[in-house]
């Protein structure tokens, strides 16, 4: 599939989702010949996608797509719905100045992920669900899934897992960050904790912006930066000490229930109901 992809079981790390690893619905494990059967039966399928990117000096650059991976691989296991290889590198210019980030400019990652989309329409497939985990990305998956929409070949949407549970992301920390903050941190610490450096939380938050309320990002209503480094010393907003595994498992399982129920709702639509309305009679 080419230079965005990467393998979506992350065979270096094993989740703590408190399910057992699927076995079957993950299409790359399979030959062609035994995914045919699934195929016919599903029209559905789950696409992971996420970032390579810095966050901070106490979590990986993986830390995106981990967390992608995670809930597109906990949905699968729950509903059966087809699993994609994930997108591990995505719109990441913002976060440049910061050793180790990859990125791909929004036009060549719109391009590459509608061409991988086409490719599951050919077979067959005509809805996805992109399980993103990357701000940057929401916009070109929007463009992706709205151009797919008004051809009429598939119905593609993106969802984000803070967005799916924000109150209690809210009520979870004193001090939210949009990027590498608690909520990040938290979920890291549930499903990697091997790849947190716990004894850098402190310099993280001290390094950081930890209340959001002084990023001064805004100037008489204009966004007055344009990457990250323009605000942060350290790439990362919030208060990572405020993040623990528990709080983590928490949030993943009430995330990963709203992403079933997306899923299964998304199943049960007649196809033509997804597509575009008809215009309106002159």
């Known amino acids: 599939m080419g230079g965005l992809e990467g393998p979506s079981r992350a065979g270096e790390h094993t989740f703590k989702t408190g399910r057992p690893p699927h076995r079957d619905m993950y299409i790359a494990d399979e030959t062609w010949t035994d995914l045919r059967d699934p195929y016919a039966e599903e029209s559905l399928a789950i696409v992971p996608v996420g970032s390579t990117e810095q966050h901070g000096p106490h979590l990986p650059l993986a830390t995106d797509h981990l967390i992608a991976e995670a809930y597109a691989r906990e949905a699968a296991d729950r509903t059966g719905f087809l699993l994609t290889p994930s997108i591990?590198?995505?719109?990441?210019?913002?976060?440049?100045?910061?050793?180790?980030?990859m990125w791909a400019d929004a036009p060549a990652f719109r391009e590459y992920v509608e061409s991988?989309?086409?490719?599951?329409?050919?077979?067959?497939?005509?809805?996805?669900?992109?399980?993103?985990?990357?701000?940057?990305?929401?916009?070109?998956?929007?463009?992706?899934?709205?151009?797919?929409?008004?051809?009429?070949?598939?119905?593609?949407?993106?969802w984000m897992w803070d967005e799916s549970i924000p109150e209690l992301v809210d009520e979870s920390f004193e001090h939210n960050g949009p990027h590498g903050g608690p909520k990040e941190t938290?979920?890291?610490?549930?499903?990697?904790?091997?790849?947190?450096?716990?004894?850098r939380l402190a310099e993280a938050r001290d390094g950081g912006i930890a209340n959001m309320a002084?990023?001064?990002?805004?100037?008489?209503?204009?966004?007055?930066?344009?990457?990250?480094?323009?605000?942060?010393?350290n790439g990362v907003l919030g208060d990572q000490t405020d993040a623990t595994a528990e709080k983590g498992q928490r949030l993943f399982e009430a995330a990963s229930d709203q992403l079933v129920r997306l899923c299964e709702w998304l199943d049960e639509q007649a196809f033509g109901d997804l597509m575009p309305e008809p215009p309106a009679p002159r």
């Open 186 to 199: 938290a979920m890291i610490q549930h499903l990697a904790p091997e790849l947190v450096h716990d004894d």
């Open 88 to 101: 591990r590198i995505g719109v990441s210019p913002h976060h440049r100045q910061f050793t180790g980030t």
């Open 116 to 158: 991988v989309t086409r490719n599951l329409a050919y077979h067959g497939i005509d809805r996805v669900v992109y399980v993103n985990a990357h701000g940057g990305n929401v916009e070109p998956l929007r463009e992706v899934g709205r151009r797919l929409r008004d051809e009429e070949v598939l119905y593609a949407i993106e």
């Open 214 to 233: 002084d990023a001064d990002a805004r100037r008489f209503g204009a966004r007055t930066f344009y990457d990250a480094a323009d605000n942060t010393d």
